[in-house]
């Protein structure tokens, strides 16, 4: 590919790749690409254009027809180190040119084991945690949930294989990882899915059904977990799966700091597995290297991906406390039934062949040492600091914003057509209107519609304050736009005088 820069930052239109420009390469997304979560079918409208992404920089993009965005999605909660970083692009280069690939079927390359020895050591899991690396997010929740089964048959529990996630949370798409799912619209095209996955309310201080007007979280939503498992039966529980931050739903906390604390409690009085999904939380994002650490947990298993390699490669990992991995060689019995025995004998019956690329681990060590070198989880916690503050002052009073809320660089902002009542304005009154607006003003960010509906804004940690600034005034101004669209009445922004 012969891509090159323009003069206004953009990439020239007639070599793309040999023999396409930007016509033909749109040619072949309405007729060829199958772009994921996506109606192919709007594509066929010549007039709806897909964005093609050619460079980034930072925290800017820049489009085919050289127009930059400030990428506020980061990718997808991704590219945490920012676009254009070098170094990633050489150790890949080195790896690639030394040892492209490694069978992980029994066989090591040198950069996952180095990344395994220190992610091992990093992540809040005790110290000395196992890694078995996978290609992507979804893999390491399908992973984990699958090493959570063979780990309670392992210990003489063969008959725990249910589990407990939330209500509206996202955890993927493979048929494990979607079981676990919250969302009703996504699984319900693809049932009977994955039986024994059971699902508790979330914890929504904004809009809990327990302690919405209460002054202060009353953790009932805690108590409904509990509930579940005492219905459920605690030796048929695997494992409990949550994510530190909610993404689906729009960058929900829970509402007390005590409610992962009280998950731990939970697991450890029955044995249940506590499994973080950190596939967006985890590398700094919320302003620690693990989202776990924000809560001031150590869970038994994390799923990391998106981050790990600031999506630069493909990689998944599920990171396992040693006395969990330690389950999988303990001696089998004569007095143990076969499948305890089986569990124990045969090592973790799992694998993927691209699980652990050598060339996405070397992309994965480089981007650790960046994050450690530029400290980019405290530059989180500043700058989401920063723009938590600056979100509040612009649009805190907003008649049409109901609630500012999230940790580190993953913010929510949601949308209201009532502040009094909380009614929610109509999803197709304001999703895609609110993203073409911020497009319009050069910003991409996420209209999460998956609950109710909540811009979400989640950029590079490498993110400025005059970038802050810059999404913050587009978004006071797509906010404004939105009461005029809704007719809103009460306090506006005080651009929306003019
Ligand atoms: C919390 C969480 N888990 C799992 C996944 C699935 O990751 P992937 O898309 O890499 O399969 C996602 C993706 O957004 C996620 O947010």
């Known amino acids: 590919m012969t891509t090159t820069a323009n003069s206004n930052g953009g990439t020239s239109t007639t070599d793309l790749a040999p023999g396409y420009d930007a016509g033909k390469v749109r040619d072949a997304i309405r007729d060829n690409l199958w772009l994921h979560f996506t109606q192919m079918q709007e594509f066929a409208d010549p007039e709806v ?40 692009a050489k150790a890949m280069m080195a790896q690639l040119e030394s040892m492209p690939f490694v069978n992980p079927f029994g066989y090591a390359s040198v950069p996952a084991a180095v990344l395994a020895d220190r992610l ?30 063979q780990y309670q048959t392992a210990r003489g ?65 805690y108590d409904e977990i509990e509930r579940l498992v005492e219905f459920e039966g605690p ?30 409690k939970l697991c450890d009085d029955t044995g249940i597995l506590m499994i973080m999904d950190e596939v967006i939380c985890g590398f700094g994002r919320l302003g620690e290297l693990f989202g776990s650490t924000y809560f001031g947990v150590e869970p038994d298993v994390i799923t990391a991906a998106k981050g790990i390699t600031s999506s630069y490669a493909p990689l998944g990992a599920v990171l396992v406390r040693k006395s969990v991995a330690d389950a999988f060689a303990e001696a089998p019995r004569d007095d143990l039934p076969e499948p305890v025995n089986a569990a124990r004998e045969w090592g973790f019956q799992h694998g993927l ?43 805190g009073e907003h008649p049409n914003v109901g609630d500012i809320r999230g940790a580190g660089l993953f913010l929510g902002v949601e949308m209201v057509a009532d502040r009094e009542t909380k009614a929610s304005p109509d999803k197709s009154d304001v999703l895609e209107w609110m993203s073409d607006k911020m497009l319009e003003g050069g910003v991409i960010l996420r209209n999460d519609g998956r609950n109710d509906p909540t811009t979400q804004l989640c950029p590079p940690l490498v993110v400025t304050r005059e970038e802050c600034d810059q999404v913050v005034n587009v978004l006071a101004e797509c906010f404004d736009g939105l009461a005029k669209r809704l007719g809103t009445v009460g306090t506006q922004h005080p651009t929306a005088a003019s």
């Not at 027809?65 to 590219?79: C, H, P």
């Not at 048929?236 to 604390?261: L, R």
């Open 353 to 395: 062949t691209f699980g652990g690329h050598p060339v996405s681990c070397a992309a994965a060590i480089a981007n650790l040492d960046i994050m450690l070198e530029e400290d980019l989880p405290g530059k989180a916690k500043e700058m989401g600091a920063y723009l938590h503050g600056e979100l509040q002052a612009a649009l």
């Open 235 to 264: 030796d048929q529980v695997a494992a409990i799966v949550t994510e530190p931050v909610q993404n689906a739903g729009g960058c929900i906390p829970p509402g007390s700091m005590d409610y992962f604390k009280k998950i731990r």
């Open 157 to 221: 529990y063969p008959h725990r294989w249910k589990t407990i996630s939330r209500r509206v949370a996202y955890h993927g798409t493979t048929l494990g990882a979607l079981s676990v799912n919250g969302l009703t619209g996504s699984r319900a095209l693809f049932g009977p899915l994955v039986s024994g996955a059971r699902h508790a309310p979330m914890s929504h201080r904004y809009r809990c059904p327990y302690c919405k007007d209460a002054p202060a979280c009353n953790l009932m939503c």
């Open 49 to 88: 254009r897909p964005l093609i992404l050619t460079r980034g920089e930072g925290t800017t993009v820049w489009d085919v027809e050289g127009k930059s965005y400030l990428d506020f999605l980061a990718g997808i909660y991704s590219v945490n180190a920012g676009y254009g970083r070098t170094r990633i």
């Open 120 to 149: 091992g050591e990093l992540a809040p899991l005790g110290g000395n945690a196992r890694v078995f690396f996978t290609s992507g997010g979804s893999e390491s929740v399908e992973t984990a949930l699958k090493l959570a089964k």
